[in-house]
C-alpha cells in the first residue's frame, strides 16, 4: 500500500526519477512530516559515472546499480512506484504513469535526469552505443566482446574494420570509454584472444573541438591526450562525425573509417519528459527553472539536475554533473519544507566541488577548486576514492573496492560474459543464442 490521498493528512511529495538528484531530495525528506513517493522506470539507481567500466568489463552490473526500495526500508512514510511517468498534469497536480493509475501531489520533485543527442546525425540514432543506462552498458559490453569473437572465428574480418573502434567526443566519458577500451584490449584480450593478432584493433577518439576536455584546465586536456596516445588511442581532433552506416562512419571531409561499433558521448540533451510538459525550455532541452528550483508558473513543482535549466548565478547555466544533481535535489527537499512550515524560500547556491577524469591505471585529472589541478597517480587516487564515497550502498562500494583490487593486482577483468545478445545490424556473424532487437536489452549481472 502506497500514500493514499483518501486518508492522508501528510503533505505528499512525489520525486520524479531515483537518480543522483531524486535520491538526494527523497534522502533529505525522509525523517520529515511528509509522505514520500519515488517513481523510477527502473527498480534500482544507477551510478551512471562507472557505466564505462561495466561496458569495458571491469565491474558488475550490480555493483553500479542499487535496488530504490532497499534504500528506503525502514522508512515507512517513503514510497516507491516502478513506472514510465508519460507527462504532468500541472493543473490538476496529477503524475501520469503508463499502464498505471496517476500519481497525486502536494509538491512535486522532477528529477528525470538526460539523454544521449546526436544532432539528427545520419544513422547515429540506430547505430551508434550511447552510454546512460545499464542496459546500454551490457550491450556495448555484449558488442565489443562479439567483435572480438567473430575476429576470432573469421581473421578476415580485421581488415574490414571489425576490431575498429570509433569513440565519439573528447569529454570525460569519450576519454574514460576509449582509455579502457585500449587497457582491456592491450592487457585482457590480448591473452584471452591469443589465437587473434589483437594488435590490429584500433581505438579512435573523435572529438570536434581542438582539444579534449574542455570543460577542464588546458593543461588536463594535454594531459588526458598524451596518456590516451600512450595506450595507443587514435585521438582525432578538430573532426566531425558526417554520418553512421552498419560497417563505417564517415568524416567531416568525406575520410570513411570502417568500423561495427561507434560510442556515442558527444553530446546530452534534458529527458523525454521535459518536451511533455507545458513550459519553457533553455538549451539541449532542459527546464528552465526560477533561483529556488521551482519552475515558473508551478512553485510547488521543481525541477533538479541534468533535467534542469539553472542560471550559474553569472549568466551561464550550471553543468550536468552529478553534484549540481544532488545539491540541487536537497535544496528543492528543503525549499518543500520551507513551504510546508511557511517559512520564505532561498536561492541554490552551487558549491563547486571539482571535475574528474580517468584516463586509465594511475592516469586521472582532477581540475579541484581555488586552482588545485591534479594529473597522474594523485588524480587517480582522489577519483578511485570519489567514487567510493559517493557510490550508493556499502555492499556496493565494497564490491566496487574488492573487484579494483582484483583488477588492479592481476590486470585481469571480471564479467567478460556476453548476456542475452542481441541481433544487431552490425554483428558479423549472427548469435545463435541471439534475442530480437529490443529497445531496452535485459541484464543480470
Ligand atoms: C556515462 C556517464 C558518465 C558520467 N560521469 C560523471 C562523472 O564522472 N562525474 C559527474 O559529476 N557526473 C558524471 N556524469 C553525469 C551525472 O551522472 C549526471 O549529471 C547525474 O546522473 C544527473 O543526476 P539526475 O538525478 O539529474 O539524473 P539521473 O541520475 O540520470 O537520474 C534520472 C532518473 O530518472 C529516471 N527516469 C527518467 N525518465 C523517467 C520517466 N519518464 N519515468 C520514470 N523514470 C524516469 C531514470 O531511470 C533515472 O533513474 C556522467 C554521466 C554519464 C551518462
Not at 423 to 434: F, R, V, Y
Amino acid at each position: 500500500m502506497g500514500h493514499d490521498p483518501e486518508v492522508a493528512v501528510r503533505p505528499h511529495v512525489v520525486v520524479i526519477g531515483a537518480g543522483f538528484g531524486g535520491l538526494a531530495a527523497a534522502k533529505r525528506l525522509e525523517d520529515e512530516a511528509v509522505d514520500v513517493t519515488v517513481i523510477d522506470r527502473h527498480n534500482y539507481h544507477t551510478f551512471q559515472p562507472l557505466l564505462y567500466q561495466v561496458a569495458t568489463a571491469g565491474l558488475n552490473t550490480a555493483d553500479v546499480g542499487y535496488a530504490v526500495r532497499g534504500l528506503f526500508r525502514r522508512q515507512r512514510r517513503v514510497f516507491f512506484r516502478k513506472a514510465q511517468v508519460t507527462g504532468i498534469d500541472l493543473d490538476r497536480r496529477r503524475v501520469e504513469l503508463r499502464d498505471l493509475p496517476e500519481v497525486p501531489y502536494d509538491h512535486l520533485i522532477v528529477a528525470a535526469g538526460s539523454r544521449c543527442n546526436t544532432f539528427g546525425i545520419p544513422g547515429a540514432d540506430e547505430l551508434a552505443f550511447p552510454l546512460y543506462t545499464l542496459e546500454e552498458a551490457v550491450r556495448l559490453r555484449n558488442h565489443v566482446i562479439s567483435l572480438f569473437e567473430a575476429a576470432s572465428a573469421e581473421p578476415g574480418l580485421v581488415a574490414e574494420g571489425v576490431l575498429t573502434f570509433v569513440v565519439v567526443g573528447g569529454g570525460p566519458t569519450g576519454v574514460e570509454v576509449a582509455g579502457a577500451l585500449a587497457e582491456l584490449v592491450e592487457k585482457v584480450f590480448a591473452d584471452d584472444f591469443h589465437d587473434l593478432d589483437v594488435h590490429r584493433s584500433r581505438i579512435v577518439l573523435v572529438e570536434q573541438g581542438d582539444r579534449l576536455l574542455a570543460a577542464f584546465d588546458e593543461h588536463s586536456g594535454t594531459y588526458a591526450r598524451a596518456a590516451l596516445e600512450r595506450r595507443g588511442v587514435e585521438v582525432r581532433t578538430g573532426t566531425a562525425v558526417e554520418s553512421v552506416a552498419v560497417d563505417h562512419v564517415v568524416l567531416a571531409g568525406g575520410e570513411v573509417l570502417h568500423t561495427r561499433c561507434l560510442v556515442w558521448a558527444a553530446g546530452v540533451q534534458a529527458g523525454a519528459l521535459a518536451q511533455a510538459l507545458p513550459v519553457a525550455r533553455g538549451r539541449g532541452g532542459r527546464i528552465v527553472v526560477h533561483r529556488d528550483l521551482s519552475v515558473p508558473g508551478y512553485p510547488d513543482v521543481y525541477c533538479v539536475g541534468d533535467i534542469a535549466d539553472i542560471d550559474d548565478g553569472s549568466g551561464g547555466r550550471l553543468p550536468q554533473l552529478a553534484q549540481v544533481a544532488i545539491q540541487g535535489g536537497r535544496h528543492a527537499a528543503e525549499q518543500v519544507l520551507r513551504t510546508i512550515e511557511r517559512r520564505p524560500r532561498a536561492d541554490f547556491h552551487y558549491l563547486d566541488k571539482g571535475t574528474m577524469a580517468t584516463i586509465g591505471r594511475r592516469a586521472a585529472v582532477a581540475d579541484l577548486p581555488i586552482g588545485v589541478r591534479l594529473r597522474g597517480m594523485p588524480a587517480w587516487l582522489a577519483w578511485l576514492l570519489l567514487h567510493l564515497v559517493y557510490l550508493v550502498g556499502v555492499r556496493n562500494r565494497v564490491s566496487v573496492f574488492i573487484n579494483w583490487a582484483w583488477n588492479y593486482l592481476t590486470w585481469d577483468r571480471g564479467p567478460r560474459l556476453i548476456l542475452r545478445p542481441e541481433a544487431l545490424p552490425h554483428t558479423p556473424i549472427p548469435h545463435s543464442d541471439a534475442a530480437p532487437r529490443t529497445d531496452q536489452a535485459g541484464t543480470s549481472a
